[in-house]
């Protein structure tokens, strides 16, 4: 049998797992990627149904950048990683439909260019534009602050918090330090943002599911900017294009990559060093371990009695709250986007604007019809058979509302939420699909929890809160990992969920083992 | 870069800031210490949905004559089974001479068993069909049976399907259509099910009693006897063809469900044509692989009859075993006792993934369910490829 010793293993191949293990082998290390499914990405993933192949979850890729500018996720996997990913550029932020707190009905779309937006949001609130040009301008500081910090993050002070060089801070981020941390909708108000626009913007709640009166600026303004500036972006073969890419580059680089194994345990020697992973093929050697799985798990599952978990990390994670969870309805149409009068990417509907009544609804299920859709074939004319849609409609809670639900009554639950969906955009739009549906697959927290394994099917990690922002998290980075050789990765980590966060915590992850790894 | 000048931000606001990750370090001293990861109802749920296996026992076996038998069967941990959608399979995992082998199986009970426990599974005796007579011969009633949670896509979709499903179905097809009619009777599913059953005689015609129960509890089934053999005045005459499907379809829209052997899907496929149906209203339960690959498009003759030698890497272990190329790769896997998942066998569900590393191998076309990213990359679903030369392979790990 093969030699069972690695310089390292990863468990669990999503999207902050696969990134650790190409940040390890690429520095020459030999590395093991575990996964407890028979397909390596998580929820970088598809699935085919008939001749219509899905995206599991990539709505809109931010902040990647493009060829030549790339942004910090985009220089990790296109210019360290060397990822052969055929990406696609999205040249619009959003379209939304719905009505605001000053009950004024809104039907609007958000060009991207940073100037594009500013000038259109003056069209759809006149008044907005001096304030725009200032959330521009903090917003592109707020990126800059956050690419100087993400590149400086490897000195550590006494108490375990990332040492940083105020003097730097106070003389190039001086209005970032002033707003980055302070509520997103009072910095919106104390910058005379007009109310409609604060609704028009606070739209993206549903990516972020966040309560923007509490959360941080820097949150929003960082995703918006990068929208904004950049464009979003998609791959041409779906996520699982995107994952086949990453694998491919692994394997190149040396890596082994298990499928449909478990890791048990996180074995650990007398003196609590870790010495090995249990699988199920046995025990794996190695000194160091990367666990793309919610700390939680990892303390209470994963690491074995011998392996001393600082009193600390099990305060740490019976502080968090878990993030959001979805509902996806994945439908395909056997008609074509011209042929259904399909015209944007994504399109919100959130009915109300009100982002207090919106957190309020997203933890029912009668209330909550807040849905966003993605339409794929807009910007990917390959993103299925000529002459058929593919879309996925996505609504976000903020608790378990789906536990409640019995086995029989379960499926009658989806299609009920699914009907007022499809109500409600065709309504809102005017765009008929209810007559040509071809495949639909509706996905709850059920779903997730099935095939995610993460607390209540959560997809988002712990939630981003007043006390526990990105920012503190990141500062805590390492002080939040204090068990040597073995760390964790993934949407519960530092920078917190989405495909551009999560790719980059697996990056900064893998370099502290590596730096563990060189003593 | 000249920076906008923030009138209500200020000096305090950078402390605010630099307290922040101290904020947090309070909230998280002030929490429990407990060492206990909670659970979750969506968790709980979820793994009752989509259990890896459920064992049940076998309580009663009901012959039904020409080499079929329903095996009536309850959890054996008193637990409710999962819920399904009428219509879908199992798959049983079997050991035969210390190799396990696994098949899926229609389920022929209405989903609102599970609540006790409950599961049908019924099992035809197929020519050849190792599973199948292995089932036959030896279960008896009190023996454990081990399968998988329920699978498949053969099921009625409201936002897809017409209000009015005609189902096709011949000979021991016909489960996952009686099971479909249970769930109508019991209320879990609501449409209008109209069945054309194809069988040789009268006396092969199956699940007579159970049809005349969920007849007598709803009006939204019809039942349509098809005899090819015989000619009786309470049965239509001949094969099912696209004639007798407008007859009972009449001018409403309707969805078509096949379910039945390969050859009904042959003679079914060409009587569909003639009703111009969109795809989406034409559906077919197809599982078991591909027979006789050389009798299909493309198929280059000299590979037939041949034994290659399959090269195979899973986990930390490799193995050289023989493959015969008249049978899918994946049964060569079960042979040398090696196959990892496995669930559909006819190339849709992507269980048996596996990374093809050198070597050609055919793949039918009809049973082509891979990813589009994974067909460039070279990945294939072992279960609907045949092997045209020697052949290397990266498996998951088998368990």
Known sequence: MGNSRFDCVVIGAGIAGMSAAITVANAGKKVLLLDQHNLPGGCASSFVRGRIEFDASLHEFCGLGKPGRWELPGRIMMEEHKLGIDWIWIPEMYRCIGTTRSGKHFDVKLPTGVDNVINAMEEIVPGSKEPMKVFMDLARECVEANDYFSANMSTVKKDGFLKTDSLYYMKNFSNFLKVAERPFNEVMRNIGMPEDAIDILDVYWTYIGADYSKMSFVHQAWMFYQYANVEPTITRDNAHGMTMACMERFRELGGELWLNTKAHKVCGDKDGNIIGVMTDVGMVETNYVIANVNPEIAYNKLLDENIKVPEREYKRVNAEKHGIRFFNAYVACNKSIEELGIEDYTIFMPGSFDNAKNIKDSKSYEDNTHSVVVIYNVVNPDASPKGTTVMTFTICYTEDVWGDFTQREYVHKKQELFQKVMDNFEKDTGIIIHDCIEEIELATPWTFAHFLNTPEGTSYGYMVDNWDTMLSRLMAIRKDQPIKGFKTCGAAGARGDGYNMTYTNGNDIGKIILEEMEG | ?399
């Open chain 2, 1 to 399: 870069m000249s920076k906008v000048k923030l009138k209500k931000y200020g000096l305090k606001d950078i402390m605010y800031f630099t307290n922040k990750p101290k904020e947090r370090e309070n909230k998280i001293q002030s929490a429990s210490s407990a060492k206990t990861a909670a659970t979750f109802k969506c968790n709980e749920k979820a793994a009752q949905r989509h259990p890896d296996e459920q064992y049940f026992v076998i309580e009663n076996i009901i012959d039904r004559g020409k080499g079929v038998k329903s095996y009536q069967m309850k959890k054996q941990d008193g637990t409710e089974a999962a819920f399904f959608r009428a219509g879908q399979y199992v798959v049983i995992r079997q050991e035969i001479d210390g190799k396990l082998i696994a098949r899926p199986v229609s389920i022929s009970s209405g989903p609102v068993d599970t609540l006790e426990g409950k599961l049908e599974l019924t099992v035809k005796m197929v020519e050849n069909g190792f599973l199948s007579k292995y089932i036959i011969e030896n279960w008896k009633v009190g023996d454990v049976v081990r399968t998988s949670g329920p699978q498949g896509l053969f099921y009625y979709e409201g936002f897809r399907d017409e209000k009015h499903v005609i189902a096709c179905s011949g000979g021991s097809g016909i489960t996952p259509i009686l099971s479909m009619a249970r769930a109508i009777a019991s209320g879990d599913e609501d449409f209008k099910l109209t069945i054309l059953y194809g069988s040789r005689t009268k006396a092969d015609i199956l699940f007579a009693e159970e049809f005349a129960e969920v007849l007598k509890a709803t009006d939204k089934v019809k039942l349509v006897n098809v005899l090819s053999d015989e000619e009786a005045d309470d049965c239509e005459h001949g094969f099912i063809s696209a004639e007798l499907v407008k007859k009972y379809a009449g001018d409403e829209k309707f969805s078509l469900f096949a379910s039945g052997p390969q050859a009904m899907y042959e003679f079914l496929d060409k009587e569909a044509d003639k009703l111009n149906l969109d795809l989406k209203h034409y559906r077919k339960e197809i599982f078991g692989s591909i027979k006789e690959p050389w009798t299909l498009p493309g198929y280059p003759a000299e590979a037939k009859d041949k034994v290659f030698k399959l090269k195979v890497k899973m986990c930390n272990s490799e193995y050289d075993i023989p493959c015969n190329a008249n049978e899918n790769m994946l049964v060569a896997l079960e042979r040398a006792g090696i196959a990892g998942p496995n669930r559909c066998r006819g190339g849709v569900c992507g269980w048996c993934r596996s990374r093809l590393v050198s070597g050609d191998v055919f793949i039918p076309e009809l049973t082509d369910g891979r990813r589009g990213a994974d067909k460039r990359y070279g990945y294939i679903h072992p279960c609907a490829s045949f092997a045209l030369s020697d052949v290397e392979i990266e498996i998951p790990n088998r368990k």
